[in-house]
């Protein structure tokens, strides 16, 4: 007996759990609304008699035996109803004992299992919105409304775009395996996008007062570091993990006073963790070696340039510009070409800098984001034109949607009316 | 499990006849039902006539009415179809994206719904 098991604790342990008894569930069951209200069914009999027995040695495998018998119950009890064979062939599929969790290595076999689950959630064919809330629910475990709260949307909306998705997923037969080789580069695109999204969910919130949620940060590090393991040899998963890092690693140095944004710049390099910078660089490193350079792996390459500078003024900016152009030519957008001109700016002069971000400018693409008016507002000053730079740093406070960046935008304003 | 593969593109988008790229054109749907009867997975699979061939009928309170033209100005128009067997709707993906029109227009995959009558 363990009394002092609280719910938190066991359902935190469950949600750690979740993603991995969940893939082989499905593997079976090949259902998810069914293999989901299983594993939902594991957690109250954990709830019940954990407390009683203190946490099993392998939590996955007790939740995995608790769930099939669960499955099993539920299966019988639909089979009374209709008398299907399809549910028999189920049962006895479940009863086979191929998918234990040996005590050593308990998952080493159910890699190709957990990689089925990753790859069905992040499915192109399930809309991009669809794709974000399945893979925090079904892989990482967590519930609606925690989703809703990260994702600042209503709990009602969450739950509607999970029910969809599952319905698609049934109605259209979207299967449950890892795709072919030959697949892998939209669906893996795919997989990464949505993993980067829920981090820079975290990172930058888009709304709201708060500016870094941590918890989504952590989630998307959690499923990167996953899926690392999984496909150890996919070079940009490494270099998605290094560059999720690299921006983890700062995250206490980019904001003070509880919610105050501080610019690259102005931070206290002594607040960024250097242990984690060494695990990324390092991760990073190895990954670069593989030959298959793409865009995670610059993106965490400009980001590591960054991490490992002392000063700012340290910054190695040429080496920035080089890989920013890099960038470019596998994904230019209009984005990339604004930071490339950030870089260029320190690299070289604001002056030169700012003749390439009129010409930017020129093509509208960039009209209504806010970080190309915070950029020309800063090469504008750096040339002395201030009038000018007052004009852009107006609209970027127009704007702007995170309270906490407007904020930081204003005091930017207020500085700039006294020069 | 039945797939609908709708093949959309806007009117007159596709290669022009008596040039290189018709004959590509031709030869790709020409090994596309070849592929997919070979593989097994072929139900049925034709191009249809052009919209201003089409006409639309609506009956309401019992009344039959009748329109010439598709039910609904699109930009990009139904142009044929393929109903293909698939495991999943990977495979008939996979499918859609060898159909030669998929390079210009647009190739919808629904799923047939099964009905048991029985």
Redo the contacts between chains.
């Keep these: 007996m363990n009394a002092d098991l609280t719910h938190a604790h066991i359902e935190d342990v469950v949600r750690n759990s979740w993603g991995r008894v969940l893939s082989i569930l499905m593997s079976h069951l090949r259902d998810l609304e069914l293999a989901e209200d299983v594993l939902q069914d594991a957690l109250i009999a954990a709830l019940k008699s954990w407390p009683q027995s203190d946490i099993p040695h392998i939590p996955e495998a007790w939740l995995l035996t608790t769930a099939k018998r669960k499955a099993i119950d539920r299966l019988r009890h639909t089979q009374m109803h209709h008398n299907k064979s399809a549910e028999i062939k189920m049962m006895a599929k479940i009863n086979h004992q191929d998918h234990e969790i040996s005590e050593n290595a308990p998952f080493a076999q159910f890699k190709n299992e957990q990689l089925s689950l990753i790859f069905t959630c992040c499915h192109p064919a399930l809309s991009q919105a669809a794709r974000i809330a399945l893979t925090l629910k079904a892989v990482g475990g967590l519930g609606n409304g925690e989703i809703a709260r990260g994702l600042m949307l209503k709990e009602t909306t969450v739950a509607q775009r999970i029910v969809r998705a599952k319905r698609k997923i049934k109605a259209a037969n979207i299967p449950y395996r890892v795709p072919e080789r030959q697949q892998w580069g939209e669906r893996l695109q795919s997989v990464l996008w949505v993993i980067y999204f829920i981090f820079n969910e975290g990172y930058t919130a888009t709304s709201g007062p708060q500016l870094s949620r941590k918890d989504l940060c952590l989630e998307a590090i959690e499923l990167g570091t996953t899926l690392n393991q999984l496909i150890p040899d996919e070079a940009e998963v490494a270099g998605l993990c290094a560059l999720m890092l690299l921006h983890d690693a700062r995250r206490e140095a980019r904001c003070k006073h509880a919610n105050e944004l501080v610019q690259l710049e102005d931070q206290d390099r002594t607040l960024w963790n250097q242990k984690t910078i060494k695990q990324a660089t390092k991760l990073l490193i190895s990954a670069l070696s593989k030959g298959a350079i793409g865009p995670y792996q610059l993106q965490a390459a400009i980001s590591a340039v960054h991490a490992n500078a002392s000063h700012f003024a340290n910054t190695d900016w040429a080496e920035i510009t080089g890989l920013y152009e890099r960038l470019y030519q596998s994904t230019p957008t209009p984005v990339v070409r604004l930071n490339a001109i950030v870089a260029l700016s320190y690299a070289k002069d604001a002056a030169l800098a700012l003749s390439a971000l009129n010409e930017l400018e020129a093509t509208g693409a960039l009209s209504e984001y806010q970080y190309f008016y915070v950029v020309k507002a800063d090469l504008l000053e750096r040339t002395s034109q201030i009038s000018g730079a007052k004009l852009s740093l107006t609209r970027a406070i127009q704007l702007a949607t995170n309270k906490v960046e407007r904020t930081f935008l204003e005091k930017k304003m207020l500085k700039l009316s006294n020069k | 499990?039945q797939y609908l593969l709708l093949i959309y593109a806007a009117e007159n988008s596709g290669p022009k006849p008596d040039t290189p790229e018709f004959g590509a054109m031709f030869q790709g749907y020409m090994d596309f039902n070849k592929e997919t009867k070979a593989a097994g997975v072929h139900i049925a699979g034709q191009p249809l006539q052009g919209i201003d061939t089409a006409t639309t009928v609506r009956v309401s309170n019992g009344k039959t009415q009748t329109n010439d033209g598709p039910f609904a100005e699109t930009k990009e128009v139904l142009g044929g179809y393929y109903l293909l067997e698939c495991?999943?709707?990977?495979e008939a993906?996979?499918y859609a994206a060898k159909i030669p029109t998929a390079a210009w227009g647009s190739i919808e995959?629904r799923?047939i719904m099964e009905l048991d009558f029985k």
Excluded: G, I
């Design positions: 499990m495991a999943d709707l990977d993906l996979a995959v799923p």
